[in-house]
């Protein structure tokens, strides 16, 4: 279904600009079979209108399935703007993110997880509200609702109060963790890459890093991003606690980069920073470590967090929302060494 898509007097001249779409969505495939014709559909029936409007990049990540023959059939059904990238070899999503955004053209750039879903308008507000705020950030974000195996809708939906542009200065709990629900312009999705050493909250770290430089970003509470909760439990959410990536490099190479990047840039940890990493690191102090691990993996864990959390200022660990007083006590006790 297509509206009509008026532009206004505001609106830039897509082409004069040199930008043959308006968005590009890149969307790294791997063992979806299952939801990707869900995914590519809700981008095929967007609004905005999609052979016109939308560059559709679908990486192959060395699918262990037959999703690899999805992409193929739409990318014959639509030759025009849906390229398709056959990876060898699985190096990550990082590294499928990577490659599909060196071949994004449009002004605006999507990363689309693929059992994920946009709501059907949803390109068609966010373009218009760009457009009309383009000189004032390089970066809107959407409100998550989860579906499949649950209808709620993501804990930091609190600061979608109203269509806004916030600055990470006065905000700093208004932290953007999620990168699928972002929509990039297109020269700044590019100046930045993806860690591909990281598995886990590559997302936070990949934004983060673009808010840094404008210090500000718009939220769209009028525009609805579907995040799939999988009812067999394993999305990549579901499974994070599994992953031994998890307890060392996401706290390594994403907390303790922020923290050192942002005392490099400013001569201190920004309160965003700070809550963002506590954040994260929250659910970290409600989960046991696996059985498996060592003595040894177990004190190197619990000094890496511990080191985090005595680089935080007392207020950020008491304002967490989502985390128990005990929990917060819990944590200042590890700050100060004492009960």
Same mark, same amino acid.
């Given at each position: 279904?297509?509206?009509?898509?008026?532009?206004?007097?505001?609106?830039?001249?897509? *082409?004069?600009?040199?930008?043959?779409?308006?968005?590009?969505?890149?969307?790294? !495939?791997?063992?979806?079979?299952?939801?990707?014709?869900?995914?590519?559909?809700?981008?095929?029936?967007?609004?905005?209108?999609?052979?016109?409007?939308?560059?559709?990049?679908?990486?192959?990540?060395?699918?262990?399935?037959?999703?690899?023959?999805?992409?193929?059939?739409?990318?014959?059904?639509?030759?025009?703007?849906?390229?398709?990238?056959?990876?060898?070899?699985?190096?990550?999503?990082?590294?499928?993110?990577? +490659?599909?955004? *060196?071949?994004?053209?449009?002004?605006?750039?999507? =990363? @689309?997880?693929?059992?994920?879903?946009?709501?059907?308008?949803?390109?068609?507000?966010?373009?218009?509200?760009?457009?009309?705020?383009?000189?004032? +950030?390089?970066?809107?974000?959407?409100? #998550?609702? &989860?579906?499949?195996?649950?209808?709620?809708? &993501?804990?930091?939906?609190?600061?979608?109060? &109203?269509?806004?542009? #916030?600055?990470?200065?006065? $905000?700093?709990?208004?932290?953007?963790?999620?990168?699928?629900?972002?929509?990039?312009?297109?020269? %700044?999705?590019?100046?930045?890459?993806?860690?591909?050493? !990281?598995? &886990?909250?590559?997302?936070?770290?990949?934004?983060?890093?673009?808010?840094?430089?404008?210090?500000?970003?718009? @939220?769209?509470?009028?525009?609805?991003?579907?995040?799939?909760?999988?009812?067999?439990?394993?999305? +990549?959410?579901?499974? +994070?606690?599994?992953?031994?990536?998890?307890? =060392?490099?996401?706290?390594?190479?994403?907390?303790?980069?922020?923290?050192?990047?942002?005392?490099?840039?400013?001569?201190?940890?920004?309160?965003?920073?700070?809550?963002?990493?506590?954040?994260?690191?929250?659910?970290?102090?409600?989960?046991?470590?696996? =059985?498996? =691990?060592?003595?040894?993996? $177990?004190?190197?864990?619990?000094?890496?967090?511990?080191?985090? %959390?005595?680089?935080?200022?007392?207020?950020?660990?008491?304002?967490?929302?989502?985390?128990?007083?005990?929990?917060?006590?819990?944590?200042?006790?590890?700050?100060?060494?004492?009960?």
């Amino acid at each position: 279904m297509q509206s009509e898509f008026a532009l206004d007097s505001r609106e830039r001249n897509i *082409e004069e600009c040199g930008y043959p779409y308006k968005f590009s969505v890149v969307v790294p !495939v791997y063992n979806t079979e299952q939801y990707l014709e869900e995914t590519i559909d809700g981008i095929v029936r967007q609004t905005i209108g999609f052979e016109d409007n939308i560059q559709l990049i679908l990486v192959n990540n060395a699918t262990e399935d037959n999703a690899g023959e999805i992409c193929e059939r739409y990318q014959q059904l639509y030759p025009k703007n849906v390229v398709y990238v056959q990876l060898t070899e699985n190096k990550g999503v990082c590294h499928a993110r990577n +490659v599909g955004k *060196e071949l994004a053209e449009g002004k605006y750039v999507n =990363f @689309l997880d693929s059992d994920d879903k946009w709501a059907l308008a949803a390109f068609e507000k966010i373009y218009s509200y760009f457009e009309l705020n383009y000189d004032e +950030v390089d970066l809107v974000a959407c409100r #998550i609702k &989860h579906f499949d195996a649950s209808g709620k809708w &993501h804990g930091l939906d609190r600061k979608f109060s &109203h269509d806004q542009i #916030i600055s990470i200065l006065d $905000k700093y709990s208004y932290v953007q963790l999620s990168l699928c629900s972002t929509v990039i312009k297109q020269e %700044i999705a590019k100046k930045y890459d993806f860690d591909e050493r !990281v598995r &886990h909250a590559e997302d936070a770290k990949y934004v983060t890093e673009i808010l840094l430089e404008r210090k500000c970003y718009a @939220l769209m509470r009028t525009v609805v991003f579907y995040y799939r909760t999988r009812k067999s439990g394993q999305s +990549v959410l579901q499974t +994070v606690a599994n992953s031994y990536s998890w307890y =060392f490099d996401t706290p390594i190479h994403v907390f303790k980069y922020l923290f050192d990047l942002s005392e490099r840039e400013f001569g201190y940890v920004l309160p965003y920073i700070q809550y963002l990493v506590m954040y994260e690191i929250q659910w970290r102090l409600k989960t046991n470590l696996p =059985f498996d =691990f060592s003595n040894q993996a $177990k004190e190197e864990y619990c000094n890496i967090i511990y080191s985090l %959390i005595k680089r935080m200022d007392d207020y950020i660990i008491w304002e967490q929302k989502n985390l128990w007083r005990e929990y917060k006590l819990f944590a200042l006790s590890i700050k100060y060494g004492d009960d």
